[in-house]
């Protein structure tokens, strides 16, 4: 009776053991009723009888990578580019997940292949090389689309690498060169252009200014023959008040500055070399003396 009792307790504690369902943390498990699918096991500790329920699959919640291995794609004008990609998803119902389609991963990976082909070939070999955001995009919202009934969630389609043929890439490398040799002489041609411009600039600049400094001279030589003629006149109007007076010395004035005046050009000329003199000099004395006595006579009248 002792060893039934024991029997039985141990079958309880075997049986127990056995209806445990430990799910791990990032997984969801599937528990099937004879074969049938009953409910979604969640993580944690869940009981589910033995024998009567068994665990179907595991199904891994958490974001998931799928590397797209390399294809080879013709494009819209004929060029075989060599292309590869990655694909991350989620999956949102682990029961569609798990008896909608046989195999997720390579079901995924031929739907992604298969739309990587057709959306890559509609499109030309510079398109391709330029338009990799847009390809991105394209790809998201078809395969996103085509695997909704699977119960997963696709959340980034990228693509890794573009290769080009080795002829075509040399082609497009000697295009680059051009291109930067031709923005280099439109830049150089530009710096040259705009030096010009400076250049001219500056002259006109230049110019203006050389002009106003030549009527500023002009404007101060003009006042300053203004000022000599009002002090010749001054001089002249003194000189014929004197001899309206009947100072005959005023006159050897004038004769004395002109005379000392034609000595100074016959002087400084250069073609002369010789002065000759037709007076003698004690007239020149005697006129610059008949100056002093008329400066003589002018300075005595004014203290008068």
């Known amino acids: 009776m002792l060893g039934a009792v024991l029997f039985l307790v141990v079958a309880a504690i075997l049986y127990a053991f056995l209806s445990i369902k430990m799910v791990r943390q990032g997984y969801n498990y599937t528990i099937e009723y004879f074969g049938r699918f009953h409910e979604i096991a969640r993580p944690g500790l869940n009981f589910y009888p033995a024998f009567l329920y068994r665990t179907g699959r595991k199904v891994n919640m958490m974001e998931q990578v799928l590397d797209i291995p390399g294809q080879e794609i013709i494009t819209k004008d004929n060029a075989m580019v060599a292309v590869d990609g990655v694909v991350f998803f989620q999956v949102l ?86 291109e930067r040799e031709k923005r280099a002489v439109i830049l150089e041609a530009e710096g040259e252009r705009q030096s010009e411009i400076l250049k001219a600039e500056g002259e006109k600049q230049s110019q203006i200014l050389e002009a106003e400094g030549r009527r500023e001279a002009a404007f101060r030589d ?57 007076v003698e000099a004690t007239q020149l004395i005697g006129t610059l003396g008949g100056i002093g006595e008329l400066a003589k006579d002018a300075i005595e009248k004014k203290k008068g």
């Not at 119902?93 to 990587?116: H, Q």
Request: charged share 25%; no cysteine; glycine share 4%.
């Open 93 to 178: 119902d682990a029961a569609k997940a798990a008896y909608e389609v046989s195999d997720l991963y390579v079901a995924l990976m031929n739907l992604t292949t298969t739309n990587l082909r057709t959306v890559m070939g509609s499109m030309d070999l510079d398109e391709l090389l330029s338009r990799r955001d847009e390809i991105n995009g394209r790809l998201l919202v078809v395969v996103d689309d085509a695997t909704t009934p699977w119960g997963i969630k696709i959340t980034r389609v990228e693509i890794k690498d573009i290769r080009p043929p080795a002829d075509i890439s040399n082609a497009m490398a000697r295009q680059m060169k051009a």
């Open 222 to 278: 003009a006042e300053a023959r203004e000022r000599e003629a009002e002090a010749e006149a001054k001089a002249t109007q003194m000189v014929s008040d004197a001899i309206g007076s009947g100072d005959s010395k005023a006159i050897n004035y004038f004769i004395a500055q002109d005379y000392v005046k034609a000595v100074s050009d016959f002087a400084t000329s250069p073609n002369s070399k010789t002065i000759l003199f037709p």
